[in-house]
């Protein structure tokens, strides 16, 4: 309780955040850019940008993950939703937050993207006959790492070769290795993973950090739309 107390103390009115919607008939969540709002803790409200949410399509039944940045840490809270309150409000009631805290040498953006994870010595997996490849979603994206969304865990520690598709531009594919600085069970099928860079050469880490400034700058565009 004294970290979700923290949380709605801390986060601020129209704030960009991220969640992951659960809809009717379809397993997977679809994850939205959205905006927070207050209201009567635990409950707090999100905004969705005109004609990204079908709230027909909405599961009612089933939780949803907001992941909201802060400056030195990142938090997801799990949430019932608990009214409809127009075709772009969604009220919601805290359930759990969980804090991700780790320090930033770079400043990062919300960012929904592919990612492929796999062993990062294709010898060893044969060796071991233990070879796999881990699709899934980015949540947010710096020049440092990510934080993505696979539907197996990672062990952390585990070293990977990253490949990264920019969601901007071309949508260029990034090649990296890096390892798992950590990894957390979220539901059934749904894992949070941290992933932090550690070889990735100095012209993709430029394209990374050029395809954040542009998604910094879209969010600002949404959130000053949403505002109007």
């Known amino acids: 309780m004294l970290l979700q107390n923290s949380f709605f103390l801390n986060i601020k009115e129209g704030k960009a955040v991220r969640a992951a919607m659960p809809l009717l008939g379809v397993s997977e969540k679809e994850r939205l850019n959205c905006f927070y709002g207050k209201a009567v803790p635990p409950a707090f ?10 709230i027909d399509q909405v ?3 089933r939780t949803c993950m907001v992941v909201i940045e802060f400056a030195e840490q990142t938090v997801s809270v799990s949430a019932d939703i608990s009214k409809i309150i127009d075709e772009q409000t969604l009220e919601l009631t805290a359930q759990e937050t969980v804090n991700h805290s780790q320090a930033r040498s770079y400043f990062r953006v919300d960012a929904n993207t592919k990612i492929s994870a796999s062993p990062i010595t294709p010898e060893q997996t044969a060796e071991d006959g233990a070879s796999w490849n881990l699709l899934g979603d980015t949540i947010d994206l710096s020049g440092s790492g990510l934080l993505c969304s696979f539907s197996e865990p990672i062990e952390k520690g585990k070293k990977v070769r990253i490949e990264l598709t920019l969601p901007i531009r071309g949508m260029e594919v990034i090649d990296a290795t890096g390892h798992v600085v950590r990894c957390r069970k979220l539901e059934e099928n749904l894992y949070h993973v941290a992933l932090h860079f550690d070889s990735i050469d100095s012209e ?3 394209k990374i950090m050029a395809c954040c400034f542009e998604l910094q700058r879209r969010n600002l565009r949404m959130r000053v739309q949403v505002r109007n």
Do not use: E, R, V
């Open 45 to 54: 409200t999100l905004s969705f940008p005109n004609g990204t949410l079908a």
């Open 59 to 61: 599961d009612t039944s």
């Open 204 to 206: 993709s880490q430029d």
